[in-house]
Antibody, heavy 123, light 106 residues
């Protein structure tokens, strides 16, 4: 059973870069058919898709965040990471790492979620 | 950018049928997923590819998608179904979530 665990600072200062790591256990991040994804949820609000990475390194990002987001993968450590630059209070949220499953013309959804980690942007 | 619209809240009596809608331009041409999120927990996938249930999801939860509206239907609603529900679709290689619907069972 694949499990995902987020880790990283819970507090980031404005204008700095938010950095989170997601560790994958119970399966290989290099398995085909999966996209490794970051999703966030502002306090009391809905879900916001940030972006994903395939094990090969190909990425796609939310257009509204694209200029500030970088997602990378380290297959040797079975981890993928999120960097969000120039953060403001509006980036305060619970950040989830997750696994999306796709295959050909099929989309199987986000079928595995981490527990989420709260990141607060404040000086 | 692509938008998905959900009603903020839906109320239903126990044992009745709850329907939660999700609207978007030509949504019927895309695959829709639905997620259930209970307070303080991570979301759980309950429907994928419009109408398919992952293993472990009860048959009373179903989905449909046509035209510009996708619908999540919960038959014989129970108190354990009280949660926030989010629809999701893909547009131009990016995921998009609806704003979420709070389902109240009372």
């Amino acid at each position: 059973q694949v499990r995902l665990q987020e880790s990283g600072p819970g507090l980031v200062k404005p204008s700095q870069t938010l950095s989170l790591i997601c560790t994958v256990s119970g399966g290989s991040i290099s398995s085909g058919g999966y996209y490794w994804t970051w999703i966030r949820q502002h306090p009391g609000k809905g879900l916001e898709w940030i972006g994903y990475i395939f094990y090969s390194g190909s990425t796609d990002y939310n257009p509204s965040l694209k200029s500030r987001v970088t997602i990378s993968v380290d297959t040797s450590k079975n981890q993928f990471s999120l960097n969000l630059s120039s953060v403001t209070a509006a980036d305060t949220a619970v950040y989830y790492c997750a696994r999306e499953s796709q295959g050909g013309a099929h989309y199987y959804g986000v079928d595995v979620w981490g527990q989420g980690t709260t990141v607060t942007v404040s000086s | 950018s692509y938008e998905l619209t959900q009603p903020p809240s839906v109320s239903v009596s126990p044992g009745q049928t709850a329907s939660i809608t999700c609207s978007g331009d030509k949504l019927g041409d895309k695959y829709v997923c639905w997620y259930q999120q209970k307070t303080g927990q991570s979301p759980v996938l309950v429907i994928y590819e419009d109408d398919k249930r992952p293993s472990g999801i009860p048959e009373r939860i179903s989905g449909s998608n046509s035209g510009s509206t996708a619908t999540l239907t919960i038959s014989g609603t129970q108190t354990i179904d009280e949660a926030d529900y989010y629809c999701q679709a893909w547009d131009s290689s990016a995921g998009v979530f609806g704003g979420g619907t709070k389902l109240t069972v009372l």
